[in-house]
Structures are given as C-alpha cells and as structure tokens.
C-alpha cells in the first residue's frame, strides 16, 4: 500500500497527508491533525505535512498492553510498556516514505494529536509532547515513539480522568509538518479568555519559536484588539528568552537583553493577524485559540487552532444591544447546572412573579418572561432595566449586598458604564407596582400584626403549610398527562403566592432588627449583632439539623444502630433501608425523620434532583460524622443552647447600656430585640414551603417518567427530568425524545466540571467580575471576603464540592462553593466556614451565625486556592482568611 493515501481511509492506512484530512476524521488522525487539515481544505496558511494515524499507534499499543489492557498503574507503567515496544516494520517504513516526500532531510515539528483532544468542550492543552527541528528519518521515528508514550504522561491521565474519558477509548496520532522558521510566533484567542468578551481579540508575540510563550517561557508582549481594529490594550514584554532551532536538530533557548521599549509586532502585523483570526473562527462557527508563525518573507503561518473551551456560553440577547444577565441560581446558592424540568419550573414560577409584580404580560407561562435566559444549563435573568432605573439601581445593589455582595459590587462598577445609562429617572412607576403587591396581599396589616402578635402570626404561618400540605395530594387513578397538569398547577399557583403571605413576618423581624439598631445608636458594639442573632428560635433548618443529631444520640446509644453505621459506606446502607433491613432503632428514626424532612435536598432548588426520601445516601453519612464527634461540649445541641444563652446575655448587656441614657429608650430596644428572636427565624419557613412544593412536583413527575420508561419511550424514569414540561407531553403522544435526552445529559455531565460560573454575565459574553478590579487587594497568603459570623479559627480546611458522601472531622473548617439547606447537616460539626458565594444575610451566614461558627462568605476561588487539609485562620468578623 502506498505510504501517503488521498482518500478511501480505512482502518489499516498508517499515514494520511495533511491536506487531505477533516473533522470526520477525527478517530482516525486525532484533534489536532483533523484541526490542521480543516485549515488547509479552507485555504488557510498551514505548513506541509502528514499524520501517521491511530491505527499506527494501535498496533504498538497492543503489543505493548497484552491485547489492549490498560496497565492498572496508568501512567509510568504505560509510558515505559509502549517505549519498550518495537516500531513495526510497516509503521517505520510507511513514516520513512512520507517524510522523504516532504525534502531531503528537512526539519519538522512532530506533535501529538490525540484522539480526545481540541475537542469543543477540552483542548487538552499540552497534555502531549511536541518535538521541534526535529532532522532525519531516524529522529523523526524517535520522537513518534515519546509522541506515542506522552500520551501516559501523569498530566494527561490526571487531564482525562477530570474530564471523564475512558483512558482505553484514547488513540494517538502524530502530526509531522515542515517547519517554519518565525521571526516572531505567538498565541491568538479570537475571544478574550479572561472576561470572555466574544469581540476582543488577544494576541500574544515574542520573537523566535511559539514554545517560548506556549510555555511559559518569556514575557511577551500582550495585545487586546477590537472588531473595529483597534488596539484597546497594548502591554509590552521584556522577551528576554528567545527559542530558535539549532542547525542539524533541536532547538536552544537564548537569553537576550531587555527588549520591553520595542514591539515585535507593527500596526500591520496586528492588523493581518486579528483579520486572520477572525477568518478562523467563522470557519469554525467558534472562539479560536490559535497557534501562529511570522516568516522572515513576512508570512503568516498557522500551526494550530482549537476551540476555546473555557468560554462561558452565551447567554443570546433579545437584540443588538448590550444585556446584563444575573444568575438565578447561583444567587440562590446553586452553583451546579440545573435540569432542563427544573429549568422549566424556574421559567413557570417566573411567569407567575412576572403576572403578580406587572400584570398579564406573559404570553406563554410555560416558555417563562422574556427576561429569562439559559445558558450553561443555568437561569438567567436579564437584568437590564434595572441598571437603566435609577430606583433598580438603588435598590437592587442593597438587597444582594446581604444576599450575594460580590454581585452587588460588581453592579456598581456596571453603573459606571455608558453603555448602561439611565433611561428611566421617576420613581412612580416603581412605587404604585410595590404599593399595588402590598395592598392585594395587606402586607403593611401582616407586618403590623406580627410585630404585635408574634406567636399568633407564627400560628398562621404554621396554617398556611397545613393547607399547602392538604393541596400536595392527589387522587387514586390520575393519568400521566393529568399528573402534568396537576404539576404545571401547583408551580403556577402555589409557589409564589406563599411568599408574600408568609414573608412579612419574618420581615416584621427584621424592622424590628432595623428599629432596634436606629435606637441603639453609638451603644451597638462591634459584632454584637452576631451575638444576639445565635440560637435564633422558629427556624425549620436548625430544627431539622438539630433533629437528625437527636437521632445521631439515639443511635449511639444502641450498639447494633451504631456498629451498623459505622461498618458500612452510606450507599451500602441506604440500600438496606430501602429494604427494611436496617437494625430497629435506625430504620425507625430514619424514616421518622424522612417523614418531615424527606423533601430536602442538596440542590433542591432543582425539582430534577433527587430528595433525601427518594436517597437518605447523604443522610446517612452525616450520621456517621456525627458519631464521630466525642466531646460532649461541641454536641451541636449544647453549643446551640449555649448560643441562646449567650444571646439573651448580649440582649441584656446592650439594654443596659442603652438604660443608662433613657429607659423609655431601652424599654423600645427590649421590645424590638424580643421581636427579632421572635421572628427573624422564620427566614426559611417560605423556602420551606417552596421546597415541599418542588418536592411533589418531583413525585408526580417521577410516576410520568416510568410510565414513559415502561412505554419504552425513555431509556430510565430519571430521563424525564431532562425533558421540560412541553417536551413530556410529546413524549407522552408518542415523541421519540431519546436523543435530545442523551445529548442533554452529556451537556450536563460536562457543566457539572465546570468550577467557574459567572455570578452577572453581559450579553457580549463578557464577565465583569473578571475585569481588572482598582479596589485593594488581599496580601500573599490572605483571602479576602464578606464578614458572616465572628469568631476566629485556626484549623485544617475541608475542600468539599458537593455534600453527598462527603466527610467532615469535627472541628475542620468548611470550605464550599456555596451552601444551601441541604448543606447545614455538616455545619453542625464544622469548625469554621468559608464559601465562595454569598453575602452577610445569605443561608450559609445565617446558620453558621446561629451555631456560633465563624465564617467568611463571598470568598473568591476559595475552593481552588485553599487545599485539604491545608492550616487556615478564618476571622469572621473582619472576613479574612489567612493561608498557613
């Protein structure tokens, strides 16, 4: 067979020449070669070449592994298997003839081209090696070998193992490719990578070889450009490292002088390459990171390009304009992506706010307000006219300043942009659409009376949930599309109409909170407030995390019960309960406590995730933390009683100073204080409800799901939770959805890697939290954020991303993303807590506050920069984090 094929490519063909490759290649020559080839059929500037294919790799491969085994030790093991293993004698002379094609020994670059690689959602950005100026037929066939055993690097195992590729799925190819000798080389993204502005072109240059500034190697000089051309950013390197090939092979690396005064690149030269760029990435249809070479005849090279795949996606505007976009979710906690049905609770809740606050303007609930985006999987909500409102602007930056106070700063700094200026300037509009939602539901009476009647008004909150619970059953026999429609119901009518009949008491509270602090005046000391807001009564999460430690002593105190939990893995456990064979006392204080709070969840905000009914796995675990914790003194129901005590002290100590200036004053203080422990716990007895809410709509939808399942139309009864509403029905006339479910569900395995979500997102793509920020900037080893709870700690740090069959020792400080009831479990344990999301009135600051923990929230990539088991200061009343 010939050594270079045209076309026809069949398994067996070991060298395919790079002009002649595209993206359906891929399994046959990898990303990048496919990459390469796309270029080159498009007519782009690609140096000459060829690719020995994966099947070349394939045959080494299974001398090298017994018949294909993957060694169980990965990557050293696999390494020295595949370069013990001789090249085959077709492999070295079908190479050998497509490299004397290229020239009498010419210099090449051999590279690796993976077959999970330069994909749209993983670049695999130098898990491979490369081989520059490399000479010779024998060189060439050397460096195929390490290409081949690079693909066992420690890095790219670790690379695939976090981005859930099967190690045995992954062939390798090589590119070898004439090389360029550059004058100056460099990167290009055709998107900014740190603000992901979609209209910004970045530029990267140095002179001699790329690998200088792929590598790290050199300080380049730095280019931001604008659609228009426009160089917005120009930031020169001192280039003091120069790479250049060696005559006969190799390359060396030349420390140079100082050259920060003089640019590589001309105005012409920046122009030529931003053209190119973008010429690249309408091919694509993407954002391009794109690897680049200037010839000394003044030629533009391209030597690779790859989708930008840490891109946050679009959220698409209704126009040309520019939109800001907050997300919903991440403001409520939840920085995983969400399920399309819960997607589409959110829209159907959305609709019905949008109809309470301004009328009937929702033409199709289902679809949700037009104000509502997707994008990552997650909930947005355009956020536009509120920066265009002079009101919005005052008042929306307040709230999150107690809800999510790094989105509240950046708000502001989005308030200097011209872009957003303020169209609408009176305040009328605003005041008869509050007055109006005040007046129908009498919330100024509710507050009015909770402050008055406090236990009264607790009694009809309590009411309220009794006839929730009355509406959250269904009759025997209802058919699928009934349950549908029972579920479309209860989010349309039943969700938010709890909140403004429920909320003003807890509101009532926090007037009191504010009327107290206005008569206290000067007498207030600092964190006092923290003080007196521990062990606040009538709050349904510490009630619920105080309950499973009762069961927890209970548990204890029965050997079978204990030795139980602590003899097997939460899994294993939660499987015999579902059985009934559980040991007495825990599978009765189990299911006790699933009966009043089964319908939380980690998440639940998200009606596709499961509940602790449907998998007590979590619950379970954090029994067993909890028969972990020995010392009497730290059991979270005496440090509870002692935060109540201290509390009614702090009360106490803060009236009597007040006293001292005026006792009909102090009298007021006593007053408002009493109102705020009265009421302030009632902060969670809305989402409470919501969550049961959400809890039956799961159930129902659940019965859907396996009706569909058993009618063979999804593959499992979990399936239906990535269809929305709309889409169940079809599926229910008989819509064969299988597909939009798979794809669904990888899209969603690949958003639940995601570490960085954006908190507010402009229509541009750009984050504006990743801009350059003026304000001051922690030291080295500090972590600054928003002060939650005070106290100071010092302990190693728990880095825990999600909940479910984590282990927390007692005593270790939490650090999460964010936490939402379903967290506070741990809480209880915790020694401190530290959260990237967040503000002082968030979930996670409430509750640390009322278990006297300290904590600091708003902390940003606390979970990347702080490590397990890592020794961390946290200073909850200043909010700083000290790295040890």
Known sequence: MTAVRRCGVVDHELVLDLGYLDAQLLPVVGGKAANLGELIRAGFPVPAGFCITTAAYQQVAEHAFAAGAVPEKLAER??????ASPVPAGVAEAMGHAYRALGDSVPVAVRSSATAEDLPWASFAGQQDTFLNIVGADAVLEAMRQCWASLWTDRAVSYRTTNGIDHATVRLAVVVQRMVEPQVAGVLFTADPVTGHRGHTVIDASPGLGEAVVSGAVNPDHFVVDATGAVLQRRLGDKRVVI??????????????????????????????????????????????????????????????????????????????????????????????????????????????SELVFGSMVTDPVAGPAVCAVAGQRPFVDITPVLRSRVGRALVPRVLDVMEARSAVVLRRLCDDPRLAVQNTSRWPFVRRLLAVLVRFRVPLQIGQALLWPAAARRRVDRIGQRLRSQLSVPAGMTATQRLDHAQRLLATSVVPIMPVVTPVAGAGFLARALAGKLAGDNLEPGEWDEMLRGLPHNVTTEMDLELWALATRIRADPEAAAALRGATAAVLADRYTMGDLPPQLQRGLAEFLARHGHRAVAEIDVGMPRWSDDPTYVLGVLANYLRLEDPELAPNVQFSRGSRAAEAAVA??????????????????????????????????????????AHVRGQLAVVGSELAAAGMLGRPEDVFFLDLVEARAALAGTDLGAVVAQRREEYQRELRRRQVPRIMLSDGTQPEALANPEHQPGDGQLTGTPASAGTVTSAARVILDPVGARLEPGEILVAPSTDPG???????????????????????????????PAVVGVPDATLRITTGQQITVAGATGLVELH
Request: charge should be positive.
């Open 823 to 853: 967290w506070t479990p741990l809480f209880l344990t915790a020694g401190g807590l530290v959260m990237e999301m967040g503000g002082a009135n968030s979930h996670g600051a409430v509750v640390a506050r009322e278990y006297g923990i």
């Open 244 to 353: 250049r090939a060696v005559p006969g092979g190799g390359t060396e690396r030349i420390a140079r002088p100082t050259h920060a005064d003089q640019p590589c690149l001309s105005a012409g030269g920046i122009r030529d390459l931003t053209a190119l760029g973008q010429r690249v990435q309408a091919h694509y249809g993407a954002p391009q990171d794109i690897e680049w070479a200037l010839d000394a005849a003044g030629a533009l090279w391209l030597t690779q390009a790859r989708p930008i795949t840490t891109l946050y996606p679009l959220a698409p505007p209704p126009d040309g304009d520019l939109h800001v976009y907050l997300c919903v979710s991440l403001a409520q906690g939840l920085t995983r992506p969400v399920t399309p049905m819960g997607i589409a609770a959110f829209r159907l809740i959305g609709s019905c706010i």
């Open 78 to 83: 696999a390494r020295a298997a595949i370069l």
């Open 653 to 694: 100590a803060l009236v009597s100073r007040v006293r001292r200036r005026s006792r009909l004053r102090a009298a007021a203080v006593r007053w408002s204080l009493r109102r705020v422990r009265e009421l302030v716990g009632l902060r969670e007895t809305h989402k409470d409800y919501l969550v049961r809410v959400l």
